[in-house]
């Protein structure tokens, strides 16, 4: 009977263990997010009635996508700051698509996107920029070549590419074979395309 009471007790002092260490999770993370729509603050024009309905909504998505709210408000400020003040927030979703489709980090995805933006001219297209994104998903599915390696070659070599005539999803092709076939890294995928595409401009 004195060990049931124990284990009755244990139990008790078990859930309430999880409920503080859970509050304290919740704390760190509104104190946080806190923190990042203040920066906004700082660039934007937001009023706080605004600034208090992105905090909102930054949970509601990041939920919906399986992600951190931090990583949306995070993308929201990186696309702000970069003059995407207007589709900043439909662009910080697709961040977060990005995120969880190819499990990348949220500065790999903001790089990718603002990356193939600027060199095909897109003006921040969420239906351009949407189409790339799925389609260099569909080719990492196909091909043993990583999302973030994808994007991180695409960031290096995209605006030579644009430059040189060569479309996007072409592009996506080529660097997510050199990857597969190479299994080297993104980053220096991306700088051997682009010394390529200058080679042949030579020629």
């Given at each position: 009977d004195m060990?049931?009471?124990?284990?009755?007790?244990?139990s008790a002092f078990g859930v309430a263990s999880i409920a503080v260490n859970n509050f304290v999770k919740s704390l760190?993370?509104?104190?946080?997010n806190d923190t990042i729509l203040t920066e906004i603050?700082?660039?934007?024009?937001?009023?706080?009635q605004q600034l208090r309905g992105l905090g909102d909504e930054a949970f509601k998505t990041a939920s919906k996508y399986g992600q951190l709210s931090s990583n949306y408000l995070i993308a929201v400020q990186e696309m702000a700051r970069s003059g995407y003040e207007e589709t900043s927030k439909e662009l910080g979703k697709l961040s977060l698509l990005a995120q969880s489709a190819g499990d990348m980090t949220a500065e790999s995805a903001n790089n990718y996107l603002l990356a193939t933006d600027a060199a095909y001219k897109y003006g921040g297209s969420i239906e351009k920029l949407n189409a790339a994104r799925d389609g260099a998903n569909y080719i990492s599915n196909k091909n043993s070549a990583t999302l973030t390696d994808i994007a991180d070659a695409t960031r290096v070599s995209a605006s030579f590419a644009a430059n040189a005539g060569v479309a996007i999803d072409e592009l996506t092709a080529a660097e997510a074979t050199m990857l597969a076939v190479t299994k080297r890294g993104g980053s220096e995928i991306g700088r051997a395309f682009r010394s390529i595409v200058l080679n042949l401009q030579q020629v």
């Amino acid at each position: 009977d004195m060990l049931g009471h124990v284990s009755k007790i244990s139990s008790a002092f078990g859930v309430a263990s999880i409920a503080v260490n859970n509050f304290v999770k919740s704390l760190k993370t509104l104190k946080y997010n806190d923190t990042i729509l203040t920066e906004i603050s700082k660039t934007s024009e937001m009023t706080k009635q605004q600034l208090r309905g992105l905090g909102d909504e930054a949970f509601k998505t990041a939920s919906k996508y399986g992600q951190l709210s931090s990583n949306y408000l995070i993308a929201v400020q990186e696309m702000a700051r970069s003059g995407y003040e207007e589709t900043s927030k439909e662009l910080g979703k697709l961040s977060l698509l990005a995120q969880s489709a190819g499990d990348m980090t949220a500065e790999s995805a903001n790089n990718y996107l603002l990356a193939t933006d600027a060199a095909y001219k897109y003006g921040g297209s969420i239906e351009k920029l949407n189409a790339a994104r799925d389609g260099a998903n569909y080719i990492s599915n196909k091909n043993s070549a990583t999302l973030t390696d994808i994007a991180d070659a695409t960031r290096v070599s995209a605006s030579f590419a644009a430059n040189a005539g060569v479309a996007i999803d072409e592009l996506t092709a080529a660097e997510a074979t050199m990857l597969a076939v190479t299994k080297r890294g993104g980053s220096e995928i991306g700088r051997a395309f682009r010394s390529i595409v200058l080679n042949l401009q030579q020629v």
